[in-house]
């Protein structure tokens, strides 16, 4: 297995074995260095044996352990930015319950940049323990922190107190690692919550809930005559949003409601805005039209941070649901990011859809995923005559985006046009190319 687009991820006990999580924690050891090393999780079933097992590879090492239980993605580069140690989070994100994936934080709370994650993937590669590897006495030890309360507070003071008093919001939790905080954070500020979906079992997380399936969030917003709801992923670093009608606001959406707030109050450095090529062309056109410069990266919220970093932006995300507010936290951050789109609404006393309506059109946008039994690496070459075709028919007023996922196995195959029967007709001639594959 290899680093995708963040960390490894597969099926628990087949693809992501214990033996593999022990070689990781080895590998973090001697690669990102440092005495302690802090380690959080989901609350998949899977999660506590591969803890154990990479918690054991760090420790051979002679690197200690700090053990943070479960909770979100966020919360775990919070503690690696404010102990400046490294870290862990143990989780596959959005993907079923049978999967499990382990992502590593540099220190200071941030994704590994290509270059350190080449080494890891070389120590990896490298059989077995280092003949200088620590005995006895000398191993690593395991402690814990409880970090829930840090978070809590950090994403708090995101905006004013008592920012949300009047707002009913609904939280659709994914039965994930956001399914104890998130509530409380919103309760703090003010907001009268409704919870849904906050009982994790260790099999039933993103099981017909969370963002990636926000069906029943659509319903109880309109259903309890809330001003919103969001939906969180299964680490809760990313979010979607339903507006008071229980339509879904996506990750561009909310990107844009947050760039023209801040573009307008002044806050908006450097009057830019970091996205990735997945973004809707509408989302262009609508920063455009605010005198929003919009810069690009590679898919993966890694490559925007670095983005933000680089040019010393503020705001940047993914379509999602993946956000960063690069003046709040290291990473993308799903209750922070929520909390934010929620004071605008309070503040501005806007619905959430004139916001979103406002900020940009989203153009028909179709993106399917080819399943695929090897890596393609090569998959635009191999069909660079439909790719061609496909871009001639579309002009100016479309978009045509493939590329292999970095986190599944399948080639995401995505068109946009001014029309939905004509981004559905290429992208079905697209994906019959790769299938032909």
């Known amino acids: 297995m290899r680093f995708g687009t963040d960390g490894i991820r597969g099926v628990a006990n087949a693809q992501l074995t214990p033996e593999l999580a022990l070689a990781i924690g080895r590998a973090a050891a001697r690669v990102l260095g440092g005495p302690v090393i802090t380690v959080g999780r989901d609350p998949r079933w899977s999660g506590p044996m591969l803890e154990a097992a990479f918690v054991a590879g760090a420790c051979a090492e002679g690197v200690s352990v700090e053990l943070l239980g479960v909770v979100p993605t966020p919360a775990v580069a919070l503690r690696s930015e404010t102990a400046n140690c490294p870290a862990a989070m143990i989780s596959a994100s959005h993907n079923p319950f049978g999967d499990n994936g382990i992502k590593l934080f540099a220190p200071g709370g941030l994704k590994l940049s290509d270059e350190v994650q080449a080494l890891l993937e070389a120590e990896l590669d490298a059989a077995g323990a280092k003949a200088d590897a620590p005995t006895g006495r000398d191993v ?214 004139d916001l979103a309506d406002a900020a940009m059109t989203r153009l028909p946008q179709v993106l399917r995923n080819v399943r695929i039994q090897a890596p393609m690496p090569d998959v635009t070459d191999r069909i660079a005559d439909e790719l061609t075709a496909a871009a001639a028919a579309l002009g100016a007023d479309g978009r045509v985006l493939v590329r292999p996922s970095g986190t599944e196995p399948v080639v995401r195959v995505m068109v946009e046009a001014v029309d939905a029967t004509t981004a559905q007709q290429w992208c079905d001639h697209l994906v019959q190319a790769v299938e032909s594959l």
């Open 140 to 353: 690593g030890t395991v402690g814990t922190y409880d970090v829930a309360p840090d978070y809590v507070r950090h994403v708090g003071e995101s905006i004013p107190d008592g920012a949300l008093a009047g707002l009913k919001v609904v939280l659709d939790c994914g039965n994930g690692a956001s399914s104890d905080v998130a509530s409380t954070v919103f309760t703090r500020l003010g907001a009268e919550v409704v919870a849904l979906h906050v009982t994790p079992d260790g099999s039933n997380i993103n099981d017909a809930s969370g963002s990636t399936h926000p069906e029943s969030l659509r319903t109880a917003v309109v259903a309890e005559g809330a001003q919103l709801g969001f939906a969180f992923d299964g680490d809760a670093d990313r979010m979607l949003a339903v507006d008071h009608q229980g339509r879904l606001i996506d990750g561009d959406q909310l990107i844009a409601v947050a760039a023209v707030d801040l573009k307008r109050r002044g806050l908006l450095v450097n009057d830019t805005v970091v996205v990735t090529v997945m973004s809707n062309l509408g989302f262009r056109i609508g920063m455009a039209a605010e005198g929003i410069e919009v810069v690009d990266t590679a898919v993966g919220d890694r490559y925007v941070l670095e983005a933000l970093d680089q040019g010393g932006h503020v705001l940047g995300g993914e379509q999602s649901g993946h956000i960063i507010f690069r003046d709040r936290a290291t990473t993308g951050d799903g209750v922070l990011s929520a909390v934010v789109i929620a004071e605008i609404v309070a503040r501005t006393g806007r619905p959430l859809a």
